[in-house]
């Protein structure tokens, strides 16, 4: 049992990581515009997607070095899936920023299900797929069973901290993260003070797009497969894992992804795989009756 009970804590902890990079992208236009964009799901399914392109493409030239191959995948899906988030945020958001709340959310919606018909169109409605690239694994022998930790698995992990950490970086001691700070917390004095707050929620949209295109290079290498409606479900348990840290929080989205991660793999492991959907949104539901402001949010004050 204690076996199992640490298998589905690492197996949680590298969903969760992905789960908290997805988050990220919720987090950070909530912390700057106020909204949730709705397409951020799709843009995730987008770099699933491109990262198997780019896969292929780098393996019909005879690249085989692993180094080199994530490397080249991660920085073309990154760069596209930016252009991507650049694109949602000027024709889904600017032209409605002044609008009532209601209508981006709708535009994003709709933007969403965009994304979905247009990958199915162009890819194909079947399961697409991508062979292992990093094999092995770490074996730890626990009483009667042993305990798996595969190499990907360990890359994945890895790969999440340290863009978290550049990110994290980014926004603590950098010119744009200042930027970013300042439209956050007043953004008719940031535009004041000469901050060109358009720029800036543009930046947060394609930074967002780009944790994301880490997410889905990473997660497409654990499990291999995708589908055009990939991002819908894990779009959910990304805001989901966004809320339970605090939404606006960038410690709290992967605070929450990790924690959502390991919920939902204790959850498949103890009672049934079956459900741990139900699971996720059940907890979403939760959360938002008893601690709308997340583990590490703050209580929104209504200023009069």
């Given at each position: 049992m204690d076996g199992i009970f640490l298998q589905q804590t690492i197996n949680g902890l590298t969903l969760g990581a992905v789960y908290g990079l997805i988050a990220i992208g919720y987090t950070m236009v909530y912390g700057i515009i106020g909204m949730i964009n709705f397409a951020h799901g799709e843009v995730y399914m987008i770099s699933a997607y491109l990262a198997a392109i780019t896969l292929a493409i780098l393996a019909s030239f005879g690249l085989e070095s692993f180094p080199l191959l994530i490397l080249g995948t991660l920085l073309f899906t990154i760069c596209i899936t930016g252009v991507y988030g650049w694109v949602i945020e000027r024709v889904a958001y600017k032209p409605l920023r002044n609008s009532t709340r209601l209508a981006p959310l709708i535009s994003a919606i709709g933007m969403s299900l965009v994304l979905q018909n247009y990958v199915q169109i162009s890819q194909g409605a079947r399961q697409q797929g991508v062979p292992t690239l990093l094999e092995g694994a770490f074996k730890l022998n626990i009483g009667e069973g042993f305990v798996q930790l595969t190499y990907t698995k360990v890359f994945i992990l890895i790969a999440a901290f340290?863009?978290?950490?550049?990110?994290?970086?980014?926004?603590?001691?950098?010119?744009?993260?200042?930027?970013?700070?300042?439209?956050?917390?007043?953004?008719?004095?940031?535009?004041?003070?000469?901050?060109?707050?358009?720029?800036?929620?543009?930046?947060?949209?394609?930074?967002?797009?780009?944790?994301?295109?880490?997410?889905?290079?990473?997660?497409?290498?654990?499990?291999?497969?995708?589908?055009?409606?990939?991002?819908?479900?894990?779009?959910?348990?990304?805001?989901?894992?966004?809320?339970?840290?605090?939404?606006?929080?960038?410690?709290?989205?992967?605070?929450?992804g990790l924690i959502l991660g390991v919920a939902e793999s204790q959850f498949s492991s103890m009672v049934n795989t079956d459900y741990k959907d139900v699971f996720s949104f059940s907890l979403l539901v939760l959360i938002l009756i008893f601690r709308p402001q997340g583990l590490l949010g703050r209580p929104h004050v209504a200023k009069v």
């Open positions: 340290v863009g978290m950490a550049l990110l994290t970086y980014v926004i603590q001691y950098t010119k744009l993260g200042r930027m970013c700070r300042a439209t956050q917390q007043d953004r008719k004095m940031a535009s004041i003070l000469g901050i060109n707050t358009d720029r800036v929620i543009s930046y947060v949209f394609v930074i967002g797009a780009a944790m994301a295109a880490l997410a889905g290079v990473l997660i497409t290498m654990n499990y291999g497969t995708f589908d055009f409606y990939a991002g819908f479900i894990i779009g959910i348990k990304a805001f989901t894992a966004a809320v339970l840290g605090g939404i606006g929080s960038l410690p709290g989205a992967m605070l929450g």
